[in-house]
T-cell receptor
Framework: RKEVEQDPGPFNVPEGATVAFNCTYS??????FFWYRQDCRKEPKLLMS???SGNEDGRFTAQLNRASQYISLLIRDSKLSDSATYLC??????????FGSGTQLTVLP | DVKVTQSSRYLVKRTGEKVFLECVQD?????MFWYRQDPGLGLRLIYF???????EKGDIPEGYSVSREKKERFSLILESASTNQTSMYLC?????????????FGSGTQLSVL
């Protein structure tokens, strides 16, 4: 079983839709969680951290459920520019960063 | 602006060649990383360095070595390249402190070993 699992997708949604991705992690000692975004043929870039109480950044909302060991990312009012692969990351330390394989999102006009 | 620079965007090498991948960061970060990214497997850590001349093996260190002689530079070495090392290689850096898991990546080197 992978340490961090994501639905690979692809998710194809129309502009303006709301889309949600989930990610599960197996290491209960993980302390920090993040979502990274990776555009086609580009490097991953940090999208947002995930806090226990949940956090929002504009159209993006991240949630953490420690009891069930999953994190989620919600994107509201999807834009064409949101098309990318979204990587879930769990961390116990710098050495113990574990990346999911990514969920591919395509926002259609 | 934060910058992690990898020396080559594309490389083509022959089996058995010694390959050097260079990475330089200008953010004074203590931590530097080498990952490889393959379809369906995600990012896998090859080596990690938390200080000059310090290194730790990651999840897949076999066939690789690293060098960190200066804080800003972290090199990945393939001693004898093999076809199964064809991959996208990504260098990253981060601070040692509370933001250690916030990585800044270089633009990657797509290595093909023929």
């Amino acid at each position: 079983r992978k340490e961090v699992e994501q639905d690979p997708g692809p998710f194809n949604v129309p502009e303006g839709a709301t889309v949600a991705f989930n990610c599960t992690y197996s290491n209960s000692a993980s302390q920090s969680f993040f979502w990274y975004r990776q555009d086609c043929r580009k490097e991953p870039k940090l999208l947002m951290s995930v806090y226990s109480s949940g956090n929002e950044d504009g159209r993006f909302t991240a949630q953490l459920n420690r009891a069930s060991q999953y994190i989620s990312l919600l994107i509201r009012d999807s834009k064409l520019s949101d098309s990318a692969t979204y990587l879930c990351v769990a961390s116990g330390s710098a050495r113990q960063l574990t990346f999911g394989s990514g969920t591919q999102l395509t926002v259609l006009p | 602006d934060v910058k992690v620079t990898q020396s080559s965007r594309y490389l083509v090498k022959r089996t058995g060649e010694k390959v050097f991948l260079e990475c330089v960061q200008d953010m004074d970060h203590e931590n530097m990383f080498w990952y490889r990214q393959d379809p369906g497997l995600g990012l896998r850590l090859i080596y990690f360095s938390y200080d000059v001349k310090m290194k730790e093996k990651g999840d897949i260190p076999e066939g690789y070595s690293v060098s960190r002689e200066k804080k800003e530079r972290f090199s990945l070495i393939l001693e004898s390249a093999s076809t199964n090392q064809t991959s996208m290689y990504l260098c990253a850096s981060s601070f040692r402190g509370g933001d250690m898991a916030k990585l800044f990546f270089g633009s990657g080197t797509q290595l093909s070993v023929l």
